[in-house]
């Protein structure tokens, strides 16, 4: 058992949460991607999301991120939760439901799942716009 490993699980990350982070789930860049954009947060830390899109339906999502184990948990969590939805139905997804998959982070770390949901809305926007 790790030190830092025992630090997450103290502060209130959850073990899937934990084990996200520290194995980076879904971090990485897709090349050429159909959508990606980037979105800094209040607190500073920055999200980049990309999406491979096909018919409206998201078929793989990763990110990349200067941020917390709240911000990089996230990030995997919702790509893994937006893949085979809808942008339409990605687009809806609350940081509530972000964290409940999670099975929780710590509270004062909210902010880092609304981090993950308005970069994924940001990136769902800009691919929208007419190019
Ligand atoms: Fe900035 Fe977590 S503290 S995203």
């Known amino acids: 058992m790790s ?3 025992d630090l997450l699980k103290e502060s209130g990350y959850s073990e899937k949460a934990t084990e996200y982070y520290l194995n980076r789930v879904s971090v990485g ?3 050429d991607p159909d959508a990606h954009a980037i979105y ?6 920055t999200m980049e999301f990309f999406l491979k899109v096909e018919d409206g ?3 793989d999502a990763t990110f990349q991120a ?4 709240g911000a990089f948990s996230s990030g995997s969590a919702l790509c893994n939760m937006i893949r085979g939805k809808t942008l339409e139905e990605a687009e809806k997804i ?4 972000i964290i409940e998959y999670l ?3 710590p509270l004062q770390k909210v902010h880092c799942a609304c981090l993950a949901k308005r970069t994924l809305r ?10």
């Open 57 to 59: 339906v998201i078929k």
């Open 94 to 97: 609350e940081e509530e439901e």
């Open 3 to 5: 030190l830092i490993r």
């Open 29 to 31: 860049e897709i090349r």
């Open 66 to 69: 200067i941020g917390c184990a």
């Open 103 to 105: 099975d929780g982070i």
């Open 122 to 131: 940001k990136t769902i926007k800009d691919y929208r716009k007419p190019q």
């Open 40 to 45: 800094t947060g209040p607190c500073g830390d």
